[in-house]
Structure formats: structure tokens, C-alpha cells
């Protein structure tokens, strides 16, 4: 027990990891998720533009549920809105709403992305919250308020609400960051515990094709995963692919790549394959938490909010949603592309610059 | 590079990690086609020189030129003309000898059409025809280390480093194995082994000595040896180990060895070496035959690496 002790003092790694696990699971679960959503970005297109129906969407902005980002003219462009994932939640005001209000009927459309079954449940709540809703504008004018259920929401991609549908696409990037991060990471200290890499640096291999060899044949086993999970996903759970497929496998791709580049950084930084495996689970973790496959976004303050940016399943996650269950197209969807490039190129140049074809 | 420059000259070499000080000011030569050994106690800075002469580490000062060649400046540059055979077996245990050799040809840029011929040749020369599918993971030792050898020269180097080669292997294994070092040198090739093996060193056309990071002896066998002419002293005692004690603490003894019945004596350099130690043991009153005999390499080495390192009977052998 002693010499276990003494043993994981030289580690400094692992202490590092016995303190820093803890603490950042307590920070992540404490600050960063929260089911209760607030502030789900929201397009509105007021078609009516009375002061009623003003009154009604700044009544459920008041509610901090929504927070309107984009003014829309049409119904048109809040779909398109929401199959890009600008926004998760739209409130279309009709023309004639002036009259629905009259005479009772539905006055107000909210339209939701539910491609995350959260989301959806925050905005029908949002639509049966007891608001105002022009009330105190009503008793003014003598005119009739809006009651509850003159609001109806509509649930695009997932009406029915099935979680299997919310939780596979994301899978795919769940695994592919657990194994491609690891795989590589571990790859690579393993042949430096085996002496294999002071053999290697001996030969005129180039420190890139070293990394580029050791990230290729990983990537094409990233891609037969992508191709178990899609399949089983639709065979067993129905999961549809709305996009198209080649989208789909771009995009997995592009996580594959940032995944097998951290890997790599990880390798040029961990001693022991040990060492390798604690720092995966140290980008796992927060990957899982916070990239919105769990929880939704939203719901997660700014600053944590920043933090699951930098992450790439974080960018995944938003695409494989929008291509497999919104159909949006990869170009819709460009800044998440972009941001999974750009990680994947720091990535590589760190490792590059950090691995030596020297032992010193 | 011309015929009679050497292929290693190194001047200065140091290499500190942190208040260790691991090589200390080396001056080295290596003349082209020799078979040079490199000889030294564990942690005499044998691998960290080594190292250091193929560019895989930065030396903390000194000037080092190999194959003509500004090392480490040069040393992507060296690297296509050089191989080199790690201390611990570093080929890929989870591939066959084949796809180790097929591997390596194609990590030293070796073209493809050319590559199976040299493959083919390289497994018929190290006798690897029976067992080319075989596993290296499952080999012996003395297999592990030909396949070692046949992967660090598939590019036909012209200066192969060997970084205590054979010390995990039978001495059968090692005699084919330095077989092979000499067909290599003979073909041109020059070689830098560091051993700690004694026999090993005895076939080195030329051997430097390390002790503690700095150069301690540098010369041919015949010239090391030559020069602790007359301070070797066989004695013949019928009391070896009363006789042992009794000249370990004599003044002008260095280190004393117990070889069978007989003793062997190092001894300061000085005039009728092996009379003087006759003469103490019997004032000691013990009856001793001593003659002077020709050194070998073992004695220089612990004339060289101080009788704490060498092999007198009450102390640890290095």
C-alpha cells in the first residue's frame, strides 16, 4: 500500500486527474445542467404587428424561456431558421390575429425544433404558462385576451417525442470521442513504452507522416463504427435519415479527424498509457456533458457555454442533428464545419510542433 | 567524404540532465570499415553518447561530425545513411519478420519494386527462411536481435550503431551475431558497439572505454592490454582467500581476484611487480608462487574504471 502510494506521488498526472476529475464533475453536473431552460433562441415572425400581438410576444419573451434573436417575415424563414439550428423555437403571429383573438380561435403558432426532446417540452410549457398575454391590454382596450389554449405548438422532426430518435445521431459522436481519442492517444504511447517510436526516429520518417499513418487507418474504423451505429439505429430504433447520407459521413469524418488529432496531442504529452487513458476521460467527460447531447445547450451558462464551443462533439452533435433529423444540408450548417476544421488543424499543428524526433 | 576521414569524430561531448552530468567532455574517432567498441559499466553514458552520435539527442556542448555530416544539424540528412539497433528488442512484437522488414523498408524510403528483393535477400542472409510468418513477439532472444540487426540494415547503412546488442542473448548467438558484424564491415560498413561483455570487446579492431560519462582508455585490444605490461601478477597460493585479504589492503595493489585456486593482482606500475608481492605474502607467512602474465581486457577495464567496478571477489561486480 505504502509503495502504491509512493508510486502515484511520482505520477503526477494521475493526481492531477485524482483532484481534477472530481472537481470538474461537481462543477459540470452543479453549473451546467440545467433542465429547467431559459433563454432557447427564438425567431419571431409577427405577421399581425399590432400592438396585441406585440404584447403577446413580449409577454413570453418576459417569461426568459424564449429570447427572440431573429425577426422573420414568414413562416418560411423560422423553418428554415430552425432546420439551420439558429433557433430552436418559433412564434408565428398570423395576419389575421387580430380576429382569431376575437373570436377564440388559435391566435398564435409556436413552432419547435424537436430534434431535442428538452427543447420541445420547455416550449410547450412555455405555451401553457399562465402569462398575461395581453390581458392588462385587453381590460384597457375592451378587447378580448388571449387564453392558453389559443396558442397550439407544433413539433417539427420528432412529434412523437421518442428519445431514441433525440439520442442516437449524437451517439454516433459519443462513441466516435471515446474510442478515436483513445485509440490513437494509446497507440502511440504504447510504442513509445515498447521502444518502437526510438527506432522509428531513427528512420527518415517525417514527424507528419508518422502522425499521418498513425491517424489514417484509425479514421477508417471510425467510419465503420459510424456505419454500425447508423445502421442499428434504423433497423432497431427507426431512426430516419432525413439528409443525405454522404452528409452524414462528411460530418462524421470531420469529427473523426479532430478526435484522432487531440488523440495525438494527448500522446505527445502522456508517459504511460495510463496516463493517455485518464486524459482521455478528462476531454470525455465535459464532451459528454456539455456538447448538448445530454443536456440541452440552453440550458448552460455563457461561460460554460464557451467551453463546450471549443469541444468537437459539441459541433457534431448540432450537425449530425440537423442533417439526420432536420435534413438540413452540411453548407446550412457551415460554422459547425468550420469550427471542427479549425480544432482539427490546431490539433494537428500542436502535436506537430510538440512531437520531436528527438529523446530530449 | 574522403577514404581516410573518419566516419565519427566527435569533440567536447557533454550532455548534462539536470545536475547529471551523464557524458562528460568526449573526444572520440571512429576511422571508416572498423568494428569499434564502445565499453563501459551501466550508466557510464554509453547509450547517451550513442544517441547523441545519431542525432536522437541534443548534446548539452561539443561538436559532433558524422559521415561528414554537422550532427545535430544535419541529422534528417544522416538518418537515410545510418542504422541503429536499440538497447531494448524495438521492432513490432505483433507483426511477423516479414511485415517488420517490409515496414522498415518502407519507413527508410526504400522503393517498392525494390523492397521484396531486398526483404527476400535480407531473410535468406539471417537465416529467417523457415519462420518468415512467425511472430517476432515469439522469437527467442538470439532471433529477436538478428532480426533486429537484418531490420537496421535494410537500407544498407554505412555506419550501423548497436547499442549493447547481445546482452540478452546465448554466447552461440552471439558468436553469429558478431559473425554477421564482421561480413558487414567487411563489406565496407563502419560499426559502433557499446558491450559491457569482455569477449565481445576482445573482437573490436578498436574499443574506447567510458567510465562515469568521461573517456577513460581509447586503442586497439593489443595496445590496451600492452599497456599494463608487467602489473598483471598471477600468484599461486595454497591459501588463496588468507592471500586475498592480506593484499587487498597492500599499498601499490589496485584490485586482487580470486580466479579458481589462483589470485589474480593488479598493481601500480613499478619494477619486479610480482617479486615484491611474493616477498610481503611470505613476511605474512604464506608460501606463494607469483609470475607476471600478459593483461587481458578484463584487467584494463578495472585498471581503467577503478577497482570499485571491477571484479575482486569481496565486492559487487559491476
Known amino acids: 500500500m505504502v509503495k502504491e502510494l509512493r508510486q502515484l506521488r511520482r505520477d503526477r498526472v494521475t493526481l492531477a486527474m485524482i483532484i481534477g476529475i472530481p472537481v470538474m464533475q461537481l462543477v459540470l453536473f ?63 403571429v398570423p395576419p389575421d390575429f387580430e380576429r382569431r383573438r376575437a373570436e377564440g380561435r388559435e391566435a398564435v403558432q409556436v413552432l419547435v425544433d424537436g430534434s431535442d426532446t428538452v427543447v420541445q417540452s420547455a416550449a410547450i410549457q412555455l405555451a401553457r404558462m399562465p402569462l398575461d398575454y395581453g390581458r392588462s391590454l385587453a381590460s384597457v382596450t375592451g378587447l378580448r385576451e388571449v387564453t392558453p389554449d389559443q396558442i397550439s405548438v407544433v413539433s417539427f422532426y420528432n412529434p ?57 487507418p484509425y479514421a477508417a474504423i471510425g467510419l465503420l463504427q459510424t456505419t454500425v451505429v447508423l445502421l442499428v439505429g434504423l433497423l432497431l430504433f427507426n431512426v430516419p435519415i432525413r ?38 476521460f478528462f476531454v470525455f467527460l465535459p464532451s459528454i456533458l456539455l456538447s448538448g447531447f445530454m443536456f440541452p445547450f440552453a440550458g448552460m451558462p455563457r461561460v460554460v457555454q464557451w467551453v463546450a464551443e471549443i469541444l468537437p462533439l459539441t459541433h457534431f452533435v448540432r450537425l449530425i442533428r440537423g442533417i439526420m433529423l432536420r435534413g438540413a444540408s452540411l453548407l446550412e450548417l457551415w460554422p459547425n464545419v468550420v469550427a471542427l476544421l479549425a480544432f482539427t488543424a490546431v490539433m494537428m499543428s500542436a502535436a506537430i510542433l510538440r512531437f520531436r524526433k528527438r529523446l530530449d | 567524404m574522403p577514404p581516410d576521414e573518419p566516419a565519427i569524430r566527435a569533440r567536447g561531448l557533454t550532455k548534462r ?78 507483426l511477423s519478420v516479414r511485415e517488420n522488414l517490409e ?16 526483404v527476400d535477400e535480407l531473410i535468406a542472409q539471417y537465416d529467417f527462411a523457415d519462420r518468415e510468418r512467425q511472430l517476432a513477439g515469439t522469437m527467442s532472444g538470439g532471433q529477436k536481435q538478428r532480426l533486429a540487426l537484418a531490420g537496421a540494415v535494410i537500407h544498407e547503412p554505412e555506419l550501423l550503431f548497436l547499442d549493447e546488442p547481445t546482452s540478452a542473448v546465448d554466447p552461440e548467438s552471439r558468436r553469429d551475431f558478431w559473425e554477421k558484424l564482421f561480413e558487414l564491415a567487411d563489406a ?6 557499446s558491450t559491457h561483455l569482455m569477449d565481445e570487446a576482445e573482437r573490436c579492431h578498436r574499443l574506447a572505454i567510458l567510465n562515469r560519462g568521461r573517456l577513460v582508455a581509447d586503442g586497439s585490444p593489443a595496445q590496451l592490454t600492452g599497456a599494463l605490461e608487467g602489473r598483471i601478477v598471477e600468484v599461486v597460493t595454497p591459501d588463496a582467500r588468507k592471500a586475498h585479504r592480506m ?37 605474512a607467512g604464506l608460501q606463494s608462487e607469483a609470475v607476471t602474465v600478459p593483461a587481458n581486457l578484463e584487467d584494463v577495464f578495472v585498471a581503467t574504471t577503478g577497482a570499485d567496478r571491477g571484479r575482486t571477489a569481496d565486492r559487487p561486480a559491476a
Open chain 2, 17 to 94: 540532465f539536470n545536475a547529471l552530468v551523464a557524458v562528460d567532455h568526449v573526444d572520440l574517432t571512429v576511422p571508416a570499415s572498423h568494428v569499434y567498441g564502445f565499453l563501459g559499466p551501466n550508466g557510464s553514458g554509453k547509450s547517451t553518447t550513442i544517441r547523441m552520435l545519431c542525432g536522437l539527442m541534443t548534446p548539452t556542448s561539443g561538436d559532433i561530425s558524422v559521415l561528414g555530416l554537422d550532427v545535430p544539424r544535419e541529422a534528417e540528412a544522416l538518418r537515410r545513411r545510418i542504422g541503429y539497433m536499440t538497447q531494448r528488442f524495438s521492432l513490432f512484437e505483433d
Open chain 1, 30 to 92: 452543479g453549473y451546467a445542467i440545467n433542465l429547467n431552460l431559459r433563454g432557447l433562441d427564438a425567431g419571431i415572425a409577427d405577421q399581425a404587428g399590432t400592438a396585441g400581438s406585440r404584447a403577446v410576444v413580449m409577454d413570453m419573451a418576459a417569461t426568459g424561456v424564449i429570447k427572440p434573436v431573429v425577426a422573420a417575415a414568414t413562416p418560411q424563414q423560422l423553418m428554415d431558421e430552425l432546420r439551420r439550428g439558429e433557433i430552436s423555437v418559433g412564434v408565428v
Open chain 1, 243 to 280: 439528409g443525405s447520407v454522404l452528409d452524414v459521413y462528411v460530418a462524421a469524418v470531420l469529427l473523426v479527424l479532430a478526435n484522432l488529432t487531440l488523440g495525438l496531442l494527448i500522446s505527445t504529452r502522456a508517459q504511460t498509457q495510463f496516463q493517455a487513458m485518464q486524459m482521455t
Open chain 1, 160 to 216: 412523437e417525442r421518442r428519445s431514441e430518435v433525440n439520442i442516437v445521431p449524437g451517439l454516433i459522436g459519443v462513441i466516435l470521442t471515446m474510442t478515436m481519442v483513445l485509440f490513437t492517444g494509446v497507440a502511440i504511447v504504447r510504442e513509445r513504452e515498447r521502444g518502437n517510436m526510438e527506432l522509428l526516429i531513427a528512420t527518415p520518417v517525417s514527424v507528419s507522416e508518422l502522425m499521418v499513418g498513425k491517424v489514417l
Open chain 2, 188 to 193: 565496407g560498413a563502419t560499426i559502433l558497439v
Open chain 2, 247 to 283: 593484499l587487498a589492503g597492500q599499498p601499490g595493489v589496485i584490485s586482487v581476484a580470486q580466479i579458481g585456486n589462483n589470485l589474480r593482482v593488479l598493481a601500480e606500475p613499478g619494477e619486479d611487480v610480482a617479486a615484491r608481492i611474493q616477498a610481503s605474502l611470505r613476511t
Open chain 2, 103 to 118: 515496414f522498415l523498408a518502407a519507413a527508410q524510403d526504400i522503393p517498392k519494386d525494390r523492397t521484396k528483393r531486398r
